[in-house]
């Protein structure tokens, strides 16, 4: 719904949602990135946001909170997810984190 979207105006938060294994945006149900912990790798695999509430940048708010999730907690990341791809193709700052097939 749109009365569920973030008031205008307002920057988008993310929440770790731990025992979902799910970043979450505040206010805005339905609005995801899914993940799978694999030992020291945080496996990236889905982001959802609903139709009303696409164009607000909330992928990127999500693909953001991961990936500062994975910072803090010396994760490395394997980004399944093509929204997380882009994400992290446009933002080199996080280049360091992902998990190359070598490593």
Same mark, same amino acid.
């Given at each position: ?52 509430? =696409? ?29 997380? =791809? ?18």
């Amino acid at each position: 719904m749109a009365d569920d979207a973030p008031p205008a105006g307002q920057n988008p938060m993310a929440d770790h949602d731990a025992e979902r294994s799910r970043f979450v945006i505040r206010g805005a149900p339905g609005a995801f990135l899914t993940y799978r912990l694999i030992g020291t790798q945080l496996v990236l695999d889905h982001t959802e946001v609903p139709e009303e509430l =696409r164009g607000q940048g909330l992928s990127q708010v999500l693909a953001r909170a991961a990936l500062e999730h994975a910072k803090a907690h010396g994760y490395r990341v394997v980004p399944i997810c093509p929204t997380v =791809r882009r994400f992290l193709a446009s933002h080199p700052e996080y280049e360091s984190l992902v998990r190359t097939r070598d490593a």
